[in-house]
């Protein structure tokens, strides 16, 4: 991976960040739940989708449950997250969450960028930080 990746774009090539989220049925993550990606050409909202994906898991949680999941939040992970993410560096964040296992993953990749864009604007582009915006369990309802 390169060092030093900005959000600035090369002619056709365009840095971004890629993020999945991936919920396993057990401790032993030997079994997927669910699935989510969501992408952002920002080193920032990339760490901010996941800490609000996190915030939302924990706020299903018991409150001394959600009290360590947030404390994994602290400000001091976040900034590394992003300083990381900002030079080249993938980073991420796994919490269990009951009898799941949960997985954040972000990296920084290149997109071709699309020669004419039309439509609605994509999810994750306004800015806001809405986490990933999919369920955290299948979506046959196992899990």
Known sequence: MERGVTTASDGLVVHGFWCERYVYRSHEADSV?????VVTDSPVFAVLHIVADAEEMAAGLPEAEQQRVIGTLDATERADAMVALHLGVPCGLALSCGA????WTAQPVRFLRLAVRSGPTCAGRSGRRDGFGAPMVAADGDG
């Open 33 to 37: 739940a669910s699935w989510a990606s």
């Open 100 to 103: 799941t296992w949960v997985e």
